[in-house]
Nanobody, 121 residues
Framework: QVQLVESGGGLVQPEGSLRLSCVPS????????MAWYRQAPGTPREFVAR???????NYAESVKGRFSISRDNAKNTVYLQMNSLKPEDTAVYYC???????????????WGQGTQVAVSS
C-alpha cells in the first residue's frame, strides 16, 4: 500500500519561512508528477504547486515568487519551500503524486494525510 508522508508544518510568524517535505512509501515502480495542495477551513482544496519528473514547475498565482517546489528523484521526495508567509497561507497542506505500483502497472493518483501550516503573530 502506498502512503505519502508529509512533514515540516507548524506555526510561523508572518514573513517567516517553512519547508515542507513529502516522501512516498510502499512498493512504487515510478513516480511522475508530484504536487502540493492546501485547504483552509470552510474552503475547497486548492492547487499550490506541481513539478513533473523532469522538473517542470507550475504555481498558483497566489504563491508565485514566494513558494518554490523541488524534488529529489533519487529519494522520491518532493519539497515545498515557503517564504514570506502570510496569514492567508494558513491551511492544511497536502502532498499529491501520480505514480505506478508494480501490482497494477497502471498510473494512479495518491494523497497524503496533510500537514498543518499556521501563519500568525
Amino acid at each position: 500500500q502506498v502512503q505519502l508522508v508529509e512533514s515540516g508544518g507548524g506555526l510561523v510568524q508572518p514573513e517567516g519561512s517553512l519547508r515542507l517535505s513529502c516522501v512516498p512509501s510502499g512498493n512504487i515502480l515510478r513516480i511522475y508528477t508530484m504536487a502540493w495542495y492546501r485547504q483552509a477551513p470552510g474552503t475547497p482544496r486548492e492547487f499550490v504547486a506541481r513539478i513533473t519528473r523532469d522538473g517542470t514547475t507550475n504555481y498558483a498565482e497566489s504563491v508565485k515568487g514566494r513558494f518554490s517546489i523541488s524534488r529529489d528523484n533519487a529519494k522520491n521526495t518532493v519539497y515545498l519551500q515557503m517564504n514570506s508567509l502570510k496569514p492567508e497561507d494558513t491551511a492544511v497542506y497536502y502532498c499529491n503524486a501520480d505514480l505506478i505500483i508494480p501490482s497494477t502497472g497502471l498510473l494512479s493518483n495518491h494523497w497524503g494525510q496533510g500537514t498543518q501550516v499556521a501563519v500568525s503573530s
